[in-house]
């Protein structure tokens, strides 16, 4: 085959070259043209990469902290608290969800065969990639991470209506259940 193939496009079998040395460097020529069409430009420039935002590089621990911040701020001017040192534990970093474009493809094919029966194939195929807008994948939905428990310690704590303002105020601030809340007196507190 690789013999008529030449002959078509007029190389000599029995040339100079030996035979068949001259069809296979006729086939290696090609091939180079094709991977030098197929091979990326040298000066090809990469993308320069976007910072992510700062809320996407602290993940966990920023959202954490920034709770933690504001909550011990809050506390703290509670009257009686005194100074307020709280603890957050969240269960994940929150949840984002992503637009997506989806195809979805259905082809049915009916077949008869010699003996009289007929079957109907059903094929279905379905694909989905990422919505993007603007360089960036299509944000839908942005959930804060979810706070499971929360640690209290404050001065004041040992009065149990400062103990009950601060759980209080704590279940209101972050929506929590009052037994997600635990409030501790501060330790060298007064009344210890």
Not at 17 to 41: D, E, H, I, M, N
């Amino acid at each position: 085959m690789l013999e008529k193939w030449g002959r078509k496009w007029g190389v000599d079998a029995g040339g100079p070259t030996g035979g068949k040395y001259g069809l296979y460097l006729l086939v290696a020529a090609v091939c180079l043209g094709l991977l030098a069409l197929l091979w990326p430009p040298a000066d090809n420039q990469s993308l320069p990469e976007s910072p992510l935002p700062v809320s996407q590089t602290g993940g966990i621990y920023q959202a954490r902290t920034a709770l933690v911040d504001d909550l011990e701020r809050v506390l703290s001017q509670v009257e009686g608290a005194g100074a307020v040192q709280v603890s957050i534990t969240l269960s994940s970093d929150g949840m984002r969800s992503y637009a997506c474009n989806t195809k979805t493809e259905r082809r049915v094919t009916q077949e008869a065969d010699s003996m009289g029966g007929d079957r109907e194939v059903t094929e279905e195929n379905q694909s989905s990639d990422l919505a993007i807008s603007g360089g960036d994948a299509l944000l839908v939905e942005d959930r804060a991470p979810e706070v499971v428990g929360v640690l209290v310690v404050a001065e004041g704590a040992a009065d149990y209506l400062i103990k009950e303002r601060l759980t209080d105020a704590t279940t209101v601030l972050l929506n929590v259940s009052p037994h997600q809340v635990r409030v501790e007196t501060r330790k060298g507190a007064a009344g210890q």
